[in-house]
């Protein structure tokens, strides 16, 4: 098992950057795909991006593309997002999750964090 603790979420300006942090726990961070989510009030909870284990593999929603970046530290036990040129539409709660399976499939996610929010203003 692995859990899972989200930071960096704030309030910015259209245009500014933020950088997700999450922490995880337990000695095998390493065996894990790690993806972040993004769920918008009253919206269904929708897929970043993604890394695998290795980080040899990426995966980006076309609507972050450019902008945002996942990496990983796995001898820190961490997984992050830096998000550039943020825009209105993506304020949301920002969820991280870990998965043993396919990086690209939500439902393979078994782990995940309590979120945090990210507020961007035109």
């Known amino acids: 098992q692995v859990q899972l603790v989200e930071s960096g979420g704030g309030s910015v300006q259209a245009g500014g950057s933020l950088r997700l942090s999450c922490a995880a726990s337990?000695?095998?961070?390493?065996?894990?795909?790690m993806g972040w989510f993004r769920q918008a009030p009253g919206k269904e909870r929708d897929f970043v991006a993604a890394?695998?284990?290795?980080?040899?593999?990426?995966n980006y929603a076309n609507s972050v593309k450019g902008r945002f970046t996942i990496s990983r530290d796995n001898a820190k036990n961490t997984v992050s997002l830096q998000m550039n040129n943020l825009k209105p539409e993506d304020t949301a709660v920002y969820y991280c999750?870990?998965?043993?399976?396919?990086?690209?499939?939500?439902?393979?996610?078994?782990?995940w964090g309590q979120g945090t929010q990210v507020t961007v203003s035109s």
């Open positions: 999750a870990a998965t043993t399976k396919s990086i690209y499939i939500r439902s393979d996610y078994a782990y």
């Open positions: 337990g000695r095998t961070f390493s065996t894990y795909n």
């Open positions: 890394i695998s284990w290795s980080a040899f593999n990426t």
